[in-house]
């Protein structure tokens, strides 16, 4: 069974660089896309951008001018740099897998079926 | 940018009775494409429904969607007290290629 670990700095000042890492255990790496969302506190949920085994990455457009999503395939984990961060990137980060779980021979249909604990990073001076 | 929005915002009800929720997009969503998840508080949301109408692995049968185009439905048939929880449409588009609704509230009468 896949799970995701994450962790990284929760408390930040504004202007700093956002630093998250995800490991992925007991499953393989390649062949999935790998995405951080994120939640504000008592708000809704928020895609910030995938990466794949071989680093091909997609931002939300929203944050792409701030965004870094790396790969490290020797490590199996997945890392997230936010840069100028201000008290608006307050939140709650998530890591999760996105799989295919159509049957073979069909239509696409993927989803986030794995995710990671969740790290509430603050952003205060 | 396909925008999802979900209603009612909040839904008020007692265990046993019927849930319907709704996601709807400003443009059409491949069937294919659509995914319901279930948040509770201080938990990682959990996937519920994916491909609009398939339930994901150890989801009870009480929980069903349906739905094409621009209109998707997640209905519990029987609601049992766990049930109460943040529900979330999302859908994978173009960019950005994933969005969510903005979440409805299920919650005890």
Request: aromatic letters at 10%.
């Amino acid at each position: 069974q896949v799970q995701l670990q994450q962790w990284g700095a929760g408390l930040l000042k504004p202007s700093e660089t956002l630093s998250l890492t995800c490991a992925v255990y007991g499953g393989s790496f390649s062949g999935y896309y790998w995405s951080w969302i994120r939640q504000p506190p008592g708000k809704g949920l928020e895609w910030i951008g995938e990466i794949n085994h071989s680093g091909s990455t997609n931002y939300n457009p929203s944050l792409k001018s701030r965004v870094t999503i790396s790969v490290d395939t020797s490590k199996n984990q997945f890392s997230l740099k936010l840069s100028s961060v201000t008290a608006a990137d307050t939140a709650v980060y998530y890591c999760a897998m996105e799989r295919d779980l159509a049957a073979a021979g069909t239509q696409d249909q993927p989803a986030f079926d794995i995710w990671g604990q969740g790290t509430m990073v603050t952003v205060s001076s | 940018e396909i925008v999802l929005t979900q209603s009612p915002g909040t839904l008020s009800l007692s265990p046993g009775e019927r849930a319907t929720l709704s996601c709807r997009a400003s443009q059409s969503v491949s069937s294919s494409y659509l995914a319901w998840y279930q948040q509770k508080p201080g938990q990682a949301p959990r996937l519920l429904i994916y491909g609009a109408s398939s339930r994901a692995t150890g989801i009870p049968d009480r929980f069903s969607g349906s739905g094409s185009g621009t209109d998707f439905t997640l209905t519990i048939s029987r609601l049992e007290p766990e049930d109460f929880a943040v529900y979330y449409c999302q859908q994978y588009g173009s960019s950005p290629r994933v969005t969510f609704g903005q979440g409805t509230k299920l919650e005890i009468k």
